[in-house]
């Protein structure tokens, strides 16, 4: 036995009898798949070439049939002229006998017109022949008299010519004045009827759309194209563009096959194409018909997927016949490995199973029972966190009332040693309200509007500590108003703005404070912007740092200017790290403030 053979045979015998059996079946089930492969693809290439090529040939000939039926009708519908007396006395009229030309075509030229008034297709008709008389007929062109027909490609292969045939398109050279035209030109050998000979030639010229049109009066079933060959010059005529290195590949196909057939098959571009073709009698023309076979074959590929959907079923069922008794007995790992994987990422799936004594049910039990322990011990440790972060927003809430009371109780002292009574009752008034909506039991949660109700009663407090009121100017969205915020999150931002912003000697034109509040999709926006002397670069830099590490870093001014770190701090344990916090200052500027909150009040430690 090879080498090669024996170390196959060596690897089977080491394989478990499961995989053995695996092997086997797999065999058997490959073997008949690629039989049917092969077989159902054969007889369906066979069959789908057949039927496109039947298609195809009955098309080529149905179109071709119908361009020679025209080209003859066209032929015989010049028969009256071509008998005609005069005509053919014209024929052997010599060249400089112009008098005798002008009288005879005087008297045929009726017969013409009559052939000609229902053909719009034709641009006009020209009169060769060997004696050297040039005659031009056309109700749009000119005859330009001077032209060499003999030294033309085209028209001077006209003299050699037998019988009747279509020439390749080309241009009307010969006409005087205007465009051009593209012509095929259909010529007609004329016959003299005394002397049996042909020395004159009757040339149609016929407008290159009209053949062309002939191309697209119907499709057959499978893409493709239809194409007029001339294959003495291979020369092709379609409608659609035809790549070089295809026409190339189709003609070498054709001297090849052609006298053998006129349905054959040819590659080009790693392509495989289908070509069928029809002669035309009328010269060196054959109608052509070429499609490729990707798109001829699409019943072969529909089998190739049915090989493909049959071979995996197969495999299918050779696994399930393998592993039965193995599946049952290591699902439940399987299972347990799946549990460990999404416990990986988090997510808590106890396994189900029935009742199981052995092993591997008394393993899965210790594991739900773990998942059950971690839970409990997660909930614990999540509460503890919750506990934890509400009592410091308490605590950083408590810090701000105090700071703000000792501050106003002065000012109400100083009015009442100056025996200004008035004042004093609606400061009392303004710290009562003020103190009654920092002690609310309301979850340290209000509406924006008693927010700003609030801060109106502390610039009403400022107003008597300095005995001057503060340009402020507030635009509020009427939807923003009863949207639930942290109570105390602006007002120490409008505070600093004023401390550090504002100056008694500044007039209303050099300071501006600004509070807006908009909603914007599921979010509230709230910007505190002022005109005065902005926050000093050190500090800033202090408070971008601050930013950045999400209240991690806290340089020591902090802990004597509490006022912004409160309020950012109490937002990260409201909100968490992820809300939009924005600070920007241009000293002798000003500064402004962004803060972005979900519209809805958030749960602490969320």
């Known amino acids: 036995m090879p080498p090669f053979f024996q170390s196959i045979k060596h690897k089977v015998d080491h394989l478990s009898l499961k995989y053995k059996l695996f ?24 069959s789908s070439t057949k039927y496109s090529a039947s298609i195809s040939s009955q098309y080529v000939e149905f179109v071709s049939k119908d361009i020679t039926n025209y080209l003859q009708d066209l032929n015989q519908s010049f028969d009256t002229l071509f008998t005609n007396f005069q005509f053919q006395k014209f024929l052997t009229t010599p060249d400089d006998d112009l008098a005798a030309q002008a009288n005879l075509i005087i008297d045929f030229r009726p017969i013409l017109k009559n052939s000609l008034q229902f053909r719009n297709e034709i641009v006009g008709v020209l009169y060769l022949d060997q004696l050297g008389k040039v005659y031009f007929d056309s109700y749009q062109k000119a005859l330009n008299y001077r032209y060499s027909f003999r030294d033309d490609p085209i028209y001077g292969t006209v003299f050699s010519t037998t019988k009747p045939e279509l020439t390749l398109p080309h241009a009307m050279d010969y006409i005087l004045l205007g ?42 079933e499978q893409e493709g194209q239809l194409l007029l060959y001339h294959a003495g010059s291979s020369t092709p005529v379609s409608n659609t563009p035809i790549d070089a290195a295809l026409l190339q590949d189709f003609r070498k196909a054709l001297e090849k096959d052609a006298r053998t057939s006129k349905e054959f098959l040819f590659t080009s571009d790693g392509v495989t194409y289908e070509a069928t073709y029809a002669n035309i009698p009328y010269g060196d023309w054959k109608l052509v018909w070429m499609a490729p076979l990707s798109g001829i074959t699409k019943g072969v590929q529909q089998s190739f997927v049915l090989t493909l959907i049959i071979a995996f079923v197969s495999l299918a069922i050779a696994i399930v016949i393998a592993f039965p008794v193995m599946n049952m007995v290591l699902w439940p790992l399987y299972k347990l490995k799946q549990g460990m994987q999404s416990l990986g990422r988090g997510t808590y799936v106890p396994i189900k199973m029935q009742t199981v004594n052995d092993e591997i049910g008394f393993l899965v039990r210790s594991y739900n029972r773990m998942l059950d322990e971690l839970q409990q011990m997660e909930q614990e440790v999540f509460q503890s966190k919750l506990k934890e972060k509400e009592r410091e927003l308490l605590q950083l809430q408590a810090q701000i009332n105090p700071h703000f009371l000792f501050n106003t109780l002065e000012t109400i002292e100083s009015y009442a040693v100056r025996n200004h009574g008035d004042a004093v009752g609606e400061m009392v008034q303004s710290v009562s309200k003020m103190m009654r909506f920092s002690v609310r039991n309301d979850g340290g949660w209000a509406p924006l509007k008693e927010e700003m109700a609030y801060i109106r009663n502390f610039m009403r407090i400022h107003y008597y500590r300095n005995g001057l009121d503060v340009n402020a100017h507030f635009e509020l ?6 949207i639930p915020i942290m109570k105390l999150s602006i007002q120490p931002f409008v505070e600093n703005a004023i401390k550090y912003g504002w100056s008694p000697s500044m007039n209303a034109e050099e300071f501006l404070l600004t509070v807006e509040a908009k909603v914007e ?49 109490r937002f990260l344990l409201a909100y968490g790290d992820s809300i939009p916090f924005h600070i920007e200052s241009t000293p002798g500027q000003g500064t402004l403030v962004e803060i972005a909150v979900p519209c809805n009040t958030p749960r602490t430690g969320k």
Do not use: C
């Open 179 to 220: 465009t051009h035209e593209n012509v095929f030109s259909f010529v007609r050998p004329i016959i003299n009827l005394n002397t049996g000979d042909i020395r004159s030639w009757f040339i149609v010229e016929l407008r290159e759309d009209k053949i062309k049109s002939m191309l697209t009066d119907a499709s057959p």
């Open 521 to 569: 999709k599921e979010h509230l926006r709230i910007s505190i912007r002022n005109t005065g002397a902005g926050i000093p670069a050190d500090i800033m830099s202090k408070l971008s740092e601050l930013m950045a590490s999400k209240g991690e870093r806290i340089d020591p001014y902090f802990q004597r200017h509490t006022g912004i770190y409160n309020v950012y701090r």
């Open 23 to 46: 092997l086997l079946l797999v065999a058997l089930s490959v073997i008949p798949i690629i039989l049917v492969s092969y077989s159902s693809q054969y007889f369906m290439f066979r």
């Open 477 to 482: 969205n009427p939807e923003a108003l009863e």
